[in-house]
């Protein structure tokens, strides 16, 4: 069973439309929003590892920056 969505379309549009595309299909809406919430996952459990490391219960911004890089 696949993983219900958390990012909007909308959103997907906007970011789109934001790097300068003038139209978006909603295929590539979808395309984009699947590709992005599978690279926001991955860095998620990353941060999350790197929380647990630290002996936290509460992920900070720099658990997400330092497994961002």
């Keep these: 069973m696949a993983k219900e969505p958390i990012l909007s379309l909308l959103g997907m549009e906007k970011l789109l439309k934001r790097a300068g595309a003038p139209r978006v299909g909603k295929d590539a809406q979808e395309a984009f929003r699947e590709i ?24 900070k911004a720099d658990d997400v920056k330092l497994a961002g890089k």
Aim: aromatic share 0%.
């Design 36 to 59: 992005l919430e599978s690279h926001a996952d991955a860095l998620a459990v990353k941060a999350v590892t790197l929380m647990q490391h630290a002996g936290r219960r509460t992920v």
